[in-house]
């Protein structure tokens, strides 16, 4: 029987993007306002593409990740039933300038493999979306989510994929939404679209992924009952964004899923990786994608 990678008297690594959503879920837990029984935890704070990269590599032991990149790694982690991004009318929108909107709409489908467009990485749900709704996409271009809305401008790609904050500022810039992949997905799957999860490796005994769980339970439950103690975690990683949007931004990427996955997020979740299958990403899944309840 192999021991655990990690005690309870060593911090244990959590990686989560600088966005406001996330800010907002780990502050409690990681500036020790709620309980955390006796566990300590050293934040790794980087964009999402770069997290998914260091969970392929395993370097961390809790993440937030691309519940597509979660598809190649099941078998070195187990997705936590709390902290997920899941939701209604948050998903990927595929953008353009006006002036190239008719060229694009016309013959939408056929014009994808021409298009050359901007993607947040390759392992991102938002690039999982591209794929399913448009096969024949295949002149993408990785980028940092928050490039992407200039280079459209600039005229480097016809395209660009946003998430996160660039749903709220995009039509400020003069762009516009080519097509919204969230509710592509919503009308395909009757489900809602799980964006990111929150996941742990599976070495661990299950008393501490337990653990885990019902702290970051207890995190995001407290940022629900006390906004305004993480404004200053949030602001401090979110500089240029005006304090509209970053509410705008927790409004819509935490819910009562972040609070618990639930039977519907499960479903979702498990819908979302039979796609994956269907389209050759992956061979097989582990049955317990899930850290089980206590």
């Known amino acids: 029987m192999s021991l655990p990678e990690n005690t309870s008297s060593s911090p244990l690594t959590i990686?989560?993007?600088?966005?406001?959503?996330?800010?907002?879920?780990?502050?409690?837990?990681?500036?020790?306002?709620?309980?955390t029984e006796g566990l300590e935890f050293q934040p790794v704070i980087e964009d999402v593409e770069t997290?998914?990269?260091?969970?392929?590599?395993?370097?961390?032991?809790?993440?937030?990740?691309?519940?597509?990149?979660?598809?190649?790694?099941?078998?070195?982690?187990?997705?936590?039933?709390?902290?997920?991004?899941?939701?209604?009318?948050?998903?990927?929108?595929?953008?353009?300038?006006?002036?190239?909107?008719?060229?694009?709409?016309?013959?939408?489908?056929?014009?994808?493999?021409?298009?050359?467009?901007?993607?947040?990485?390759?392992?991102?749900?938002?690039?999982?979306?591209?794929?399913?709704?448009f096969p024949f996409a295949a002149n993408t271009i990785e980028m940092n989510f928050s490039e992407i809305e200039d280079a459209v401008l600039k005229g480097d790609v016809d395209a660009g994929l946003i998430i996160h904050e660039n749903r709220f500022t995009y039509e400020q810039k003069g762009l516009k939404k080519v097509i919204d992949l969230g509710e592509f997905w919503?009308?395909?799957?009757?489900?809602?679209?799980?964006?990111?999860?929150?996941?742990?490796?599976?070495?661990?005994?299950?008393?501490?992924?337990?653990?885990?769980?019902?702290?970051?339970?207890?995190?995001?439950e407290f940022a629900f009952a006390y906004p305004k103690a993480s404004k200053a975690f949030v602001k401090q990683h979110a500089q240029t964004m005006s304090e509209a949007v970053m509410k705008q931004h927790i409004d819509l990427y935490v819910n009562n899923y972040s609070i618990d996955l639930g039977r519907e997020g499960k479903r979702a979740v498990k819908l979302f990786f039979?796609?994956?299958?269907?389209?050759?990403?992956?061979?097989?899944?582990?049955?317990?994608?899930?850290?089980?309840?206590?």
């Open 15 to 35: 990686g989560f993007s600088p966005c406001p959503n996330d800010c907002f879920i780990f502050d409690a837990m990681i500036h020790g306002k709620v309980d």
């Open 51 to 133: 997290l998914n990269q260091k969970a392929f590599d395993r370097e961390l032991d809790i993440t937030k990740l691309s519940y597509h990149a979660f598809a190649y790694i099941t078998k070195y982690y187990q997705l936590l039933n709390s902290g997920s991004a899941l939701g209604n009318g948050c998903g990927p929108l595929l953008i353009g300038k006006e002036e190239n909107l008719n060229y694009i709409f016309t013959n939408l489908e056929s014009k994808m493999s021409n298009l050359t467009i901007a993607i947040p990485g390759t392992f991102t749900t938002a690039s999982f979306l591209l794929a399913l709704a």
């Open 274 to 294: 039979d796609k994956a299958l269907e389209l050759g990403l992956i061979d097989k899944l582990n049955e317990d994608l899930f850290v089980n309840p206590a």
């Open 186 to 220: 919503e009308t395909l799957a009757i489900a809602p679209i799980p964006l990111g999860g929150i996941v742990i490796k599976r070495s661990f005994d299950d008393e501490l992924k337990q653990k885990v769980n019902r702290i970051i339970r207890r995190s995001v």
